[in-house]
């Protein structure tokens, strides 16, 4: 008997190495995705924090972790200009835009990445006035990368993009999560949290004027604030923490057209928010 559980036991052992093999793989690509990007940012070096000392265990010793400078192919001109920080980015747009994508598509940071029907990445103009953020892509039929924020919510954004005189060459949509959840998902704080960089990162490729944040989920990623949309709407707020000291970019909170498909009495409230939106991207 004990003959015949060996080689069983052989083969679990192996299927287990191969399986922390794949994954240790999967860590490195989007580890080595993640660094691309941050190399074509014009971001060199990593410093030592306070924060890093305390919960690295033994990177005392280690100090500025280098990366090495971005490559432009042939024939590409490099983009340089200030970001909301003061730093320079470096590398062509299509590069940046590229490395994101490729970035988010590789994140498995967080544990949507385990069931999630595919990622959704946000779409419209490069430089478009307004850029919209919502929390997540909705799907409960089906999956597609095209659908940012899913059935009927989808129409009515557009139908309230349309009511202010923009359309899909106006205005690009995004969500603060990227993984489009299985059906009767919701994402957790812990997904927001590790997705807020991406939304970072299109923010200062889009350069938006205006951002209106569709929901708390948003807001909170956005402002840093932790107050209802209800006592957020109606007035503008800076870009909050990480988005750039001294940033111009206002952000305007609304409701989310999966809540006002529930409560379509706030539906006026969010026409007052428009209407703001409105006389901001025309600059008056």
Not at 35 to 63: C, D, N, V, W
Not at 164 to 193: H, Q
Request: with cysteine; net charge positive; proline share 6%.
């Amino acid at each position: 008997m004990e003959t015949d559980r060996r080689p069983a036991n052989g083969a679990a052992a192996a299927n287990d190495a191969s399986t922390v093999q794949g994954s240790v793989l999967a860590e490195a690509a989007a580890l080595r995705t993640v660094l691309r990007f941050h190399a074509l940012m014009g971001i060199s070096e990593y410093p030592l924090t306070p924060a890093l000392k305390q919960g690295g265990g033994g990177f005392e010793a280690i100090g500025p972790v280098v990366i090495p400078s971005a490559v432009v192919q042939p024939g590409q001109a490099p983009v340089s200009f200030p970001t909301a920080r003061g730093q320079q980015k470096k590398g062509t747009v299509a590069d940046q835009w590229r490395v994101l994508r490729e970035s988010i598509e590789a994140c498995r940071l967080c544990g949507l990445a385990a069931d999630r029907l595919g990622m959704v990445c946000g779409s419209g103009p490069l430089q478009a006035s307004l850029l919209v953020v919502g929390d997540y892509s909705a799907q409960e039929t089906g999956f597609s990368t095209a659908a940012l924020f899913g059935g009927d919510e989808e129409t009515m954004l557009w139908n309230m993009m349309r009511a202010i005189g923009l359309s899909a060459a106006d205005v690009y949509v995004t969500n603060l999560v990227k993984c489009c959840p299985s059906p009767n998902s919701i994402p957790t704080e812990e997904s927001t949290r590790c997705c807020r960089v991406h939304l970072l990162r299109e923010i200062d490729l889009v350069r938006p004027r205006v951002i209106l944040a569709m929901g708390e989920a948003a807001a909170r990623a956005l402002i840093g604030r932790q107050e209802s949309v209800v006592r957020l709407r109606g007035r503008f707020h800076p870009l909050g923490p990480g988005g750039g000291q001294g940033s111009p970019v206002q952000v305007m909170v609304t409701f989310h057209p999966r809540y006002l498909a529930r409560h379509p009495d706030m539906k006026k409230a969010a026409w007052q928010d428009l209407q703001m939106i409105q006389r901001a991207v025309r600059g008056s």
